[in-house]
């Protein structure tokens, strides 16, 4: 696996996570346009935050040795991105309403 390869991935996770989580929670609910849109940028902000701490990508490859505890960190921390990036967007929604 390439770096490019696991930041797709954790991306994808983020949005599966974000689109699974409004349509079992509808209160938090964009549409699926707009869940993917918030799991997107949801995880990449996340995993950006946390990735100087040891789980972005060139850290997992390892010089050609791939980590396994710390892809699943990171595919944890992009679903908790996407999560938390639609709780914060509907904060925000329902202040500027």
Do not use: E, W
Request: charged fraction near 10%; avoid cysteine; aromatic fraction near 12%.
């Amino acid at each position: 696996m390439t770096g490019t390869l696991i930041s797709l991935i954790s991306i994808f996770t983020g949005i599966i996570a974000a689109n699974l989580f409004g349509h079992f929670i509808k209160k938090y609910s964009f549409g699926f346009t707009g869940n993917t849109l918030v799991g997107v940028f949801g995880s990449i902000f996340l995993i950006k935050s946390f990735g100087r701490l040891g789980i972005d990508p060139r850290s997992i490859m390892n010089d050609g040795n791939f980590d396994g505890f710390l892809l699943a960190i990171n595919l944890g921390v992009s679903v908790i991105g996407g999560i938390v990036g639609m709780i914060v967007v509907k904060l925000i929604k329902n202040k500027m309403n």
